[in-house]
């Protein structure tokens, strides 16, 4: 069965700080993965996806993520936290549909 | 990109009545689209994959006769919430993508209230 796995549900870093977000999955074969973030009562905004091909793939607003086949995972990561980056941040899996993890709330301290 | 709408953004309705929410894709055809729920501070889950032209499939524990999906057209489904009630009141969103597979372009969101 498929299924994503967010294992911190709130991460608290410093802004300038560096930020890893971590997400494992499990599928059938390699599904398409995707990053999103969600600001308070708002909708989802895609910051990257993998599809094939690199396995370090670059995104929007600075983030990138490492598909790492053998860990089934593709964390997300930015070298330089901004206090405008704190959200909720959604790993998503899937080919024709898309199922999310749980999310990471992100915390950025002044 | 693709765009996905929404509406209405929110809505508010009294306990007992049922709510219509549409979703649209504004510049592609989308044979399938996706509706997802989402409670405050939750993750979304899929409730239900709908179908252009034929039945919707739900995800185990949605219940097709309370969340009514209707995909009439390439670029338009609606989900009707019928007989709302408090625990009905959520956060809705819809999806869609131009072919199988790749990315799904997601909607708004629709957020239902129920008194």
């Known amino acids: 069965a498929q299924s994503v796995t967010q294992p911190d549900i709130h991460i608290t870093v410093s802004e300038g700080a560096s930020l890893e977000l971590r997400c494992n999955y499990s599928?059938?074969?390699?599904?398409?993965l995707f990053w999103y973030v969600q600001s308070p009562g708002q909708g989802l905004q895609l910051l990257l996806k993998?599809?094939?091909?690199?396995?370090l793939v670059q995104g929007i607003k600075g983030f990138e993520a490492e598909f790492k086949r053998s860990q089934s995972s593709f964390n997300l990561r930015k070298p330089s936290v901004h206090w405008s980056d704190a959200a909720e941040y959604f790993c998503?899996?899937?080919?024709?549909?898309?199922?999310f993890g749980a999310g990471t709330r992100l915390t950025v301290k002044p | 990109g693709a765009v996905v709408s929404q509406h209405p953004s929110r809505v508010i309705c009294k306990s007992g009545t049922s709510v219509k929410i549409e979703c649209r894709s504004l510049?592609?055809?989308?044979?399938?689209m996706f509706w997802y729920r989402q409670f405050p501070k939750q993750s979304l889950m899929l409730m239900a994959t709908?179908?252009?032209?034929?039945?919707?499939?739900?995800e185990q524990g949605v219940e097709k006769d309370k969340f009514l999906i209707n995909h009439a057209s390439l670029t338009l489904s609606t989900l009707t919430v019928t007989s709302a009630h408090p625990e009905d009141s959520s956060f809705y969103i819809c999806?869609?993508?131009?072919?199988?597979?790749?990315?799904?372009?997601f909607g708004e969101g629709s957020r239902l209230t129920v008194l």
């Open positions: 599928y059938g074969a390699t599904p398409y």
């Open positions: 510049d592609f055809q989308a044979t399938t």
């Open positions: 709908s179908n252009e032209g034929s039945k919707a499939t739900y």
């Open positions: 993998y599809f094939s091909g690199d396995t």
């Open positions: 999806s869609a993508r131009p072919g199988v597979g790749g990315e799904l372009f």
């Open positions: 998503a899996v899937g080919y024709n549909d898309m199922r």
